[in-house]
């Protein structure tokens, strides 16, 4: 099989890593690429990218630090403390490996190998068997993986020369630093095989629905342009995940949308696109990363509710109270990120998934179709569950219902909504920030400084480890001129072991079947009481809600106030008549006066 010497791609990172011109580092990729023979060029751009594969697929190599820096002491025949003080000394190791090397005394063959050995040894090495070596390492495992690991590392910096061990050892620890942007070897691919960057669109489609620049890279150096324009959608590749622009006037986003548009929840929680074969499942990130291990629940909730025999569907994986259903923030699906113990982590952090887009149905891309029929598609395809269902969403067209909707989803948990194209050409645009979605979301929260004094009005029943008693109780404050309760959340968080052993039966004395006059309520509660029993309550912020009375009009019309993630602070106001609580007039003030913060940037693994 063709290859092409280690060597030469060096002497292509060296300039690379010496250029400050993108126009010169992409002229310098093109000619790497026209040099490299069909056969290894994808592993070739892998290693460029200081990787092994896809981002969805690559194996990790698995190589630390401390063991990098044993395999060069063993290869160099060097005490580790050597090898250490040269690599504090230039911060690189990479770079320490090179130094030493070039220090040390010419060797005979026969120093390290005897026989066939030796023979292989006095060979350059190539880059496909430098890709293969590392796939080794990445691949070994069990017990005496870190001792393969070490073993083929150092067979590789016995046969590299000086500059050749740099980059070997910096592709080995992840730190190339090529800086190397994914486009700009889409430009460079584009120049070499197709003759100028006027293919690029071409090119980048494919990539966008197939994200592996070394599969595109070989189907352009052996089929051409034609090639490429043949890249169809695979269940088991992720597509890259259309992305949103972002306003924060409901008037605007109308305007740029023609006037209507679907108003989805933006949920707080990990974007997810996924993949359905038979019974086989794989989820993937925003990022492409595959996190299919980290959720086995969602896995077989899609091969529960996919209703199709192939599939690819968006959707967010939101983390709930198992007890409540409540939606809990984004923070909390961060203990599902974990290689051990995922099954203790499903059980103790649940989660639902809200679906908002179909990619790809039993042979058909869906990718050029309209958000309307590809939203009809997904709803005919899945069959919803308690913890699988669609994205709550509304065909609006007016900035009031806009903000009402808005308002709605941000008491409800929500960080906001995204508002969807509803026009012929609101095609799936891979890969692309553009204005058929639109992100609306504040550019800032309050923040809920202190506590409030609440009155039990109704409770709904628990499940899961809550069955038989009561998941959430709907909390109201005080209007003194109307001297009437109004609602302004459902708690269900805070609230110990004994704490939801003992609740039924404080409220049983105050239990009736219907809701109490004095009561203003929008939600059906399953159990209504007097307006008897107060207790303190937290939360991150107050917003403005229309699916609460406290407040209501006060603020915005048809809006009043509700607290988003309210939590019991374990104190019970016994001193307190319900008359004492904390008054409407009062949760408006607080509501004025609270600490205004900037959004924190989303975690990498957010929705976009």
Known sequence: MADLEFSALVNFYE??????????????????????????????????????????????????????????????????????????????????????????????????????????????????????????????????????????????????????????????????????????????????????????????????????????????????????????????????????ERLSDPAEILSKLGGACLAEYKYDGERVQAHKKGDEVVLFSRRLENITSHYPDVVEMVREHVRAGEAILEGEIVAINPDTGEMLPFQELMHRRRKYEVEEAMEKYPVSVFLFDLLYVDGESLLDAPLPERRKRLEEVVEEGERFRLARSQIVKSPDELMRFFEEAVAEGCEGVMCKSLERDSIYQMGARGWLWIKFKRDYRYEMTDTVDLVVVGAFYGRGKRAGTYGALLMAAYSPEEDVFKTVCKVGSGFTDEDLAQLPKLLEPYRIDHKHPRVVSRMEADVWFVPAVVLEIIGAEITLSPMHTCALGKLRPDAGLAIRFPRFTGRYRFDKKPEDATTEEELVEMYKRQKKVAVPKAPAGEAA
Do not use: C, W
């Not at 500059?163 to 700009?184: P, Q, S």
């Open 15 to 244: 300039k690379i890593e010496a250029t400050s011109s993108r126009l010169a580092m992409t002229d310098l990729l093109v000619a790497l690429f026209k040099r490299t023979p069909p056969e290894v060029i994808d592993k070739l751009v892998y290693l460029t990218r200081g990787t092994l594969g896809p981002d969805y697929a690559a194996p990790e190599l698995g190589v630390a630090e401390k063991l990098a820096l044993r395999a060069v002491a063993l290869a160099l025949g060097l005490g580790a403390k050597e090898v250490e003080a040269a690599y504090k000394q230039l911060g690189d190791l990479g770079s320490a490996a090179e130094e030493l090397m070039k220090k040390r005394k010419p060797a005979s063959i026969l120093d390290f190998f005897g026989g066939a050995e030796a023979a292989q040894s006095g060979r350059p090495l190539t880059v496909g068997e430098v890709y293969d070596a590392l796939m080794r390492i990445a691949k070994a495992a069990g017990p005496g993986a870190q001792d393969a690991k070490i073993t083929t590392l150092v067979a590789l910096l016995k046969r590299a020369q000086p500059k050749e061990a740099k980059y070997l050892l910096r592709i080995v620890t992840g730190k190339l630093r090529l800086g190397v942007a994914d486009m700009t070897i889409l430009d460079a691919l584009a120049v070499a095989f197709a003759g100028s960057k006027s293919a690029r669109p071409i090119i980048e489609r494919a990539y966008n629905v197939h994200p592996d620049l070394g599969y595109i890279a070989k189907v352009l150096a052996e089929q051409g342009l034609e090639g490429v324009k043949g890249i169809r959608v695979t269940v088991g590749v992720p597509v890259k995940p259309m992305l949103a």
